[in-house]
């Protein structure tokens, strides 16, 4: 499987920024689906944002559309996150995960068993 790093996540006041990074290794990075999922306290995972492997079609949840832009790196190997405009509830830990069957970038989780997931970067946003 993929290895899965995510890094940029911190504490940030409402209305400000922060560009999420998670770098990839171990299979060829550019045919997987990569996407963005968080987990706030108390509450279940929930899509964020995905981009396919080429980059040619994004999705987006609805609670960050216009406000979140997810990107592929020139090397390949890196998937950002640029969180804009922030809120308190954007409050999560945030997952990266590479998807080989397709399905994030349709707003799914991918087929169980099937993603890769890193471990989170946690994004405090205060009031």
């Known amino acids: 499987q993929v290895q899965l790093v995510e890094s940029g996540g911190g504490l940030v006041q409402a209305g400000g920024s922060l560009r999420l990074s998670c770098a990839a290794s171990g299979r060829a990075f550019s045919r997987y689906d990569m996407g963005w999922f968080r987990q706030a306290p108390g509450k279940e995972r929930e899509f964020v944002a995905a981009i396919s492997w080429s980059g040619g079609s994004t999705a987006y949840a609805n609670s960050v559309k216009g406000r979140f832009t997810i990107s592929r790196g020139n090397a390949k190997n890196t998937v950002y996150l640029q969180m804009n405009s922030l809120k308190p509830e954007d409050t999560a830990v945030y997952y990266c995960?590479?998807?080989?069957?397709?399905?994030?970038?349709?707003?799914?989780?991918?087929?169980?068993?099937?993603?890769?997931w890193g471990k989170g970067t946690l994004v405090t946003v205060s009031s």
């Open positions: 995960v590479a998807d080989p069957t397709g399905r994030v970038v349709a707003g799914f989780e991918p087929t169980r068993g099937m993603g890769s």
